[in-house]
Nanobody, 125 residues
Framework: QVQLVESGGGLVQAGGSLRLSCAAS????????MGWFRQAPGKEREFVAG????????TYADSVKGRFTISRDNAKNTVYLQMNTLNTEDTAVYYC??????????????????WGQGTQVTVSS
């Protein structure tokens, strides 16, 4: 059973940085696509960033491009989301997601079949 556990959320001032981690277990992740999504109160869950585990190819939502970086550590089975220059609009619960055997990086919720429990990121002004 695939399990995803996020960590690293918290409260940060606008302009600051945070690094989220997603520890993955229960699968062979070399063929997986991994994604980060976020959901703000009253809003739909939206794609933030995704990465192909084997190639490292990545893609980003326009709203975070140039500020966020997704990466993975094969030895630790962990995916990271480095978030810089945070602003109040980045406040949300951030979720890690995974899809087995994917040949592309999905940007929709239905592209992923495993989800973590989420970690809260709050950016104060």
């Amino acid at each position: 059973q695939v399990q995803l556990v996020e960590s690293g959320g918290g409260l940060v001032q606008a302009g600051g940085s945070l690094r989220l981690s997603c520890a993955a277990s229960g699968g062979t992740f070399s063929s997986y696509a991994m994604g980060w999504f976020r959901q703000a109160p009253g809003k739909e869950r939206e794609f933030v960033a995704g990465i192909k585990w084997n190639s490292g190819m990545s893609t980003y939502a326009d709203s975070v491009k140039g500020r966020f970086t997704i990466s993975r550590d094969n030895a630790k089975n962990t995916v990271y989301l480095q978030m810089n220059t945070l602003n109040t609009e980045d406040t949300a619960v951030y979720y890690c997601a995974a899809r087995a055997g994917s040949i592309y990086i999905g940007i929709k919720r239905y592209d992923y079949n495993y989800w973590g429990q989420g970690t809260q990121v709050t950016v104060s002004s």
